[in-house]
DNA sequence: TATCATTGACTGATCAGTCAATCAATCGGT
DNA sequence: ACCGATTGATTGACTGATCAGTCAATGATA
């Protein structure tokens, strides 16, 4: 027997895989749970319906990036420093796995749908933008926001096409793009 | 009674709208028959499965954007115009509307696992490349390549953003950002 | 004994894809 | 003009499979 918090770690860990497998959100509630060595019905009883337990693996990956992006946060010396992890962190190869991948992909699906995974996705992009802008002000000043802006939606359309097509563009080639956007952003006059 | 074509394309339009309500792919060939006003019978017919219907939609909202591409481009004066108009049509009414929007999002997911779904969204990008460096080396020369690319990932990851959170970041907004970072990148030295 | 974890068989609904039958248009021959 | 035949359009009932969610029963623990 295990306690309540393995099973739901268990059970949402399968649920990311098993997403990374069928790369769609049609999967069934049976596999996962067979994933995760328990009974579809133990899923139920802890998640109540499939739609929580996507949205706890939702969740579950956005917390992961946010840890990613605290650790990269706390080496980083200088402000410019502390932009380039957060720009690095995005490209990590965590965020390239391709169960990874597939769950983002999923999750911008399931946030046109469902208003809760459209919460949870907007908290990572005012996350990421607030940290952004809160490290680019020293360096470009009230330019900051409109910046951090582009600094962002570049990373999420960079990552976008290296993850789908990694022939047309890789992510180590999108991460040098989002990188020099910034050295041309910092040089302009303000 | 109706002609293949007509037929085929009604099935077709059908189909995206239905992909826009349900803002999935989990809509029944039964409900999007129904929509183009015939049994579902004749859409496994014209379609043989439903996969097939799914890339015939992909390549008709794909037909429109290319066709109102060239439409733009064939209106604009210099190469700055026709960058310009390359990234007004990524934001144009056309593109916002919800059952297009949707079509996208499910397109980028059906990318991760059919090929024929990959293909049709790379030529996308290769078209979307092409155009862009071709207009930008007049005004880049050879950075031209890298600053399509970034162009490029802008659009996708500012629509995105704007398609899915509009309360956050207007389409309107969305656009402006693409055409200061244009801005930005022709002042750049050479 | 009381409580919590766990099972898995079961149900009801949904749906992709098939198929035999009907309906409409066209055409060649008379 | 008329007719039978051929071809293509169209239907919708049907099947087999799949699956979300339920529930009564069992196992473990304290």
Redesign the interface.
């Known amino acids: 027997m295990a306690s309540e918090a393995q099973r739901r770690t268990q059970l949402v860990e399968a649920t990311v895989h098993e997403i990374g497998e ?4 049609n999967v069934t509630v049976s596999k996962i749970a067979k994933r995760a060595g328990v009974s579809s019905g133990l899923a139920f009883h802890y998640f109540g319906d499939k739609d929580r337990l996507f949205l706890a693996a939702m969740r579950y990956i956005l917390t992961i990036y946010g840890a990613e992006v605290r650790g990269a946060l706390a080496v980083a010396q200088t402000p410019r420093d502390r932009v380039e992890a957060l720009i690095r962190t995005s490209f990590s190869s965590t965020n390239f796995r391709d169960d990874v ?2 769950a983002w ?2 999750f ?2 399931l ?3 469902s208003d809760e995974a ?1 919460r949870l ?2 908290v990572y ?2 996350r990421l933008h607030s940290n952004l802008t809160h490290d680019l002000r020293p360096q470009v000043g009230d330019r900051a926001t ?1 910046v951090a ?2 600094i ?10 290296s993850a ?2 990694p ?3 890789h992510g180590t080639a ?1 991460m040098d ?1 989002v990188l ?2 910034l050295d ?2 910092i040089g ?1 006059a303000q």
Chains 1, 2 share one sequence.
Request: hydrophobic residues 45%; proline residues 0%.
């Open positions: 069928a790369r769609s959100l991948i597939s992909l999923n911008y699906v946030a046109q749908s459209r996705l907007s992009h005012r409109a802006e582009r962002g939606g570049l990373i999420d359309g960079l990552y976008l096409r789908i097509i022939q047309a563009l999108a793009h020099a956007t041309i952003e302009q």
